[in-house]
């Protein structure tokens, strides 16, 4: 199993900046894309930024050149940096990956898709 865990996340003012962080951990063979969605009160979820394990990275239009998405392959963690935010940025943030885990042993291994619990984030003066 993997299992994700989020942390950072907290009540900050319009223009302020937020950082968060989720790590994974379990029996990891390998983690391929790691990301960040968010879901609004009333609204769909959808994707924030996701980052590749070469560091190719995406991003929503509604968050280029606010957020920076990253990541240490040695630590399994994913972070989002989060700045000049604004209300409508008010959302559970849930992180994910993906890759490959080993169910029993090292000798064999199968493919994982994993989302974190969730994090409140809400923007507000």
């Avoid at 790691?34 to 609004?40: K, P």
Wanted: aromatic fraction near 10%; include cysteine; glycine fraction near 12%.
């Amino acid at each position: 199993q993997v299992q994700l865990v989020e942390s950072g996340g907290g009540l900050v003012q319009p223009g302020g900046s937020l950082r968060l962080s989720c790590a994974a951990s379990g029996r990891i063979r390998s983690i391929n894309t790691m990301g960040w969605h968010r879901q609004a009160p009333g609204k769909q979820r959808e994707l924030v930024a996701t980052i590749t394990t070469g560091g190719s990275t995406n991003y929503a239009d509604s968050v280029k050149g606010r957020f920076t998405i990253s990541r240490d392959n040695a630590k399994n963690t994913v972070y989002l940096q989060m700045n000049a935010v604004k209300p409508e940025d008010t959302a559970v943030y849930y992180c994910n990956a993906d890759g490959t885990y080993y169910p029993r042993s090292t000798y064999y291994f199968a493919d994982f898709a994993s989302w974190g619990q969730g994090t409140q984030v809400t923007v507000s003066s």
